[in-house]
């Protein structure tokens, strides 16, 4: 029996991550991922993907508003809405693509 007097396991860290993390996590590997779809499966999937990418940026943008000073709130909410128009745009233009 293996027995870890230091620190949490993986799987413990894994249990404990809060969806932030997780949507942090699919953020960067829709961003990582996209042209590398775009090489095996085409441009209109690739699009598709930054869709997601951006979906989940104006996820965490919306998600951040609270922890931001009051003043600074109308930023952020200017960001949710450019990630949206431009998930909008790129997911139309992934429609386009694909079909």
Known sequence: MCVRPFGKTGMDRFKQADARNLVG???ILAM?????????YG???ALA???VGL??????AYDARD???PNR??????MV???LVLAVLTGFAAFTQVR
């Open 55 to 60: 979906v989940l940026t104006a996820f965490l």
């Open 73 to 78: 709130r109308t930023i952020v909410w200017a």
């Open 32 to 40: 990582v991922a996209a042209p590398f779809i775009a090489l095996i």
């Open 67 to 69: 922890q931001v000073e």
């Open 25 to 27: 996590c699919l953020f």
């Open 43 to 45: 441009f209109g999937f």
């Open 49 to 51: 993907v930054l869709t």
């Open 81 to 83: 809405g450019i990630a």
